[in-house]
């Protein structure tokens, strides 16, 4: 343990034992565990190779990311991309990977070309486009305005990189050619509004969650096969509106692996080798959940979605429904629907989509400043270097101080229209817009 980590650990569990009235002993020990543990090993990937990057939650360590850019400032390049797609790029081995859907044909009932396109990170050069699935147009469910038919991130694992298409189905391509290992939609059905939550790697395990109306689990591929590991049903019942879109996280407590995953109505921890339950809060008929979890000072914090969205934080080291016994603070004002929180330090920022920032004290749920950005947001929040980068849905970039009170560093426009997360590339940060991708990078 690094002697800024036993600075970090030390500060966090000082605040437990004089802020919060209910921290106790194992919440304590539980924070110890995580900075001695899972969270160091995660930090250590340079590559971002998943949704929200090596962490799983929007944190960059280790980078120079610039703060300023524009047309002619700090643009290494910018890449026009065929189709649309909202899935966010991920890189290793200087190539970059994302996916997106081309139409065949003119008007809304078009054919879809479902397509992984991967890009050399230096040049913005393609190096590969290849057709994974087609979509007929005539038969496809209808889609939000603000979805895509290529929402859910590549994720990226050794010579492979594996795409997500919700109902249309999932597949493994070799990151080198783009040919095809396997290709699967034996899973089909019917999605509410599309698809959009992201797959998660454990093990031998691909991860990731159906929540249609029609129905709601989580789903446990073998990454060699694509043949159906696991599947473990939500069990919620009698809610008005079933579905969600929600990428599930990976936490280590105790020694014990936990998949939280959250959809309509609850948050469940599931052990990721077998989808066995181990732990589930309840929330109402809190639905059409869009933020990632995320796992801070030995808590996991979670948004539940519509009608009326609320930030709940609980503790993630019990068994069964622990609703009445788990939970730290719920906080009711000025909580996303869409765009991911980020933790820094013990504190956890979260963006509205109507552009209200808060900064809140990750242990007590006090909200310590908030300030009114303005415009509408979706894409989740970046921290590198004590700054948190926000990125609005018309294109603008506001970055502001991991501080006591808000402190804009810069604001930056693009004036395209925006709803993917951030990449990282090196130093650089890839952000995609609707018709194009964008290397930018201090020069």
């Known amino acids: 343990m690094t002697l800024e980590r036993l600075f970090a650990c030390g500060t966090i569990v000082v605040s437990l034992l004089i802020r919060s009235p209910r921290a106790h002993i194992g919440l304590v020990l539980l924070v110890i565990g995580v900075f001695m543990g899972g969270q160091a090993s995660a930090q250590s990937s340079a590559e971002w190779i998943q949704f929200r990057g090596p962490t799983q939650q929007g944190i960059a360590s280790s980078v120079k990311l610039p703060t300023e850019w524009g047309p002619e400032t700090n643009i290494t390049w910018r890449k026009e991309l065929p189709g649309v797609g909202w899935s966010s790029p991920v890189t290793a081995d200087g190539r970059i990977y994302l996916t997106t859907a081309v139409p065949l044909g003119e008007g809304r009932k078009a054919d879809q070309s479902l397509r992984t396109v991967c890009l050399d990170a230096d040049s913005g050069d393609v190096v590969w486009d290849v057709e994974v699935f087609q979509q007929d147009g005539e038969t496809a469910p209808k889609i939000h305005t603000k979805n895509s038919h290529a929402s859910a991130t590549p994720i990226l694992e050794g010579p492979f990189v594996y795409v997500h298409f919700g109902h249309m189905g999932t597949a493994c391509l070799r990151k080198q050619d783009g040919s095809i290992v396997w290709g699967k939609q034996e899973l089909a059905y019917k999605p509410t509004h599309g698809n959009g939550g992201s797959p998660v790697l454990f093990g031998d395990n691909l991860i990731f969650s159906i929540d249609a109306n029609e129905k709601q689990a989580v789903i446990a591929l073998h990454k060699a096969t694509g043949d159906i590991v696991w599947q473990t049903p939500r069990n919620v019942p009698d809610l008005p509106k079933y579905f969600a879109f929600c990428t599930p996280l990976l936490i280590e407590v105790n020694g014990q692996t ?186």
């Open 258 to 443: 936990q998949l939280i995953s959250q959809g309509s109505g609850a948050v469940m921890s599931l052990d990721p080798h077998n989808g066995q339950e181990i732990w589930r809060v309840t929330y109402g008929d809190g639905y059409s959940v869009v933020p990632r979890p995320i796992f801070a000072n030995g808590l996991v914090y979670v948004c539940t979605g519509y009608d009326r969205s609320s930030l709940i934080a609980m503790r993630p080291d019990g068994h069964g429904d622990v609703t009445e016994t788990h939970v730290e603070f719920i906080l009711d004002r000025n909580v996303p629907y869409n765009p991911s929180p980020v933790a820094v330090d013990d504190a956890v920022y979260m963006i509205s989509d109507n552009g209200i920032l808060s900064c809140v004290d990750g242990i007590t749920g006090d909200v310590r400043w908030k300030n009114r950005i303005g415009g509408n947001f979706s894409a989740s929040l970046l921290t590198a270097n004590g700054l948190i980068y926000m990125l609005d849905e018309a294109g603008k970039s506001t970055i502001v101080r991991h501080a006591d009170e808000y402190e804009e560093v810069a604001q930056n426009d693009l004036a395209e229209r925006a709803l993917a997360s951030f990449g990282i590339h090196n130093d650089a940060i890839l952000l995609r817009t609707e018709k194009a991708l964008y290397r930018i990078e201090n020069k």
